[in-house]
């Protein structure tokens, strides 16, 4: 079993910086992806990006590429994602998610058995 924490949510206006954090706990070892997905009220799970734990292979949503980065620090067993130019489009709850399994560019919820309990990010114009 995994357990996942995010911290780093918070009220900005719109153009500013936010870096999130996913501390990993319990059977880190098992990790070997780790992915970002945010909800917003009334809209479905939406995918923001994934990485793979080993080698670093990385994939994006269209509506975030060149803005979010997704990165992680194995050491600390821990996962970012640094959102740059937030716009209000990006309010929602974020929520870390990690598998045992990386699966390239999967963007659906269910490949990940393991959830943080996610963070508020709200961005006002």
């Known amino acids: 079993q995994v357990q996942l924490v995010e911290s780093g949510g918070g009220l900005v206006q719109a153009g500013a910086s936010l870096r999130l954090s996913c501390a990993a706990s319990?059977?880190?070892?098992?990790?070997?992806?780790m992915a970002w997905f945010r909800q917003a009220p009334g809209k479905e799970r939406e995918f923001v990006a994934s990485i793979s734990w080993g080698l670093g292979s990385i994939s994006y949503a269209s509506s975030v590429k060149g803005r979010f980065t997704i990165s992680r620090d194995k050491s600390l067993n821990t996962g970012y994602l640094q959102m740059n130019r937030l716009q209000p489009a990006d309010t929602a709850v974020y929520f870390c998610a990690a598998d045992d399994t990386y699966y390239p560019g999967t963007a659906f919820p269910a490949d990940y058995d393991w959830w943080g309990q996610g963070t508020q990010v709200t961005v006002s114009s």
């Open positions: 319990g059977r880190t070892d098992s990790i070997h992806a």
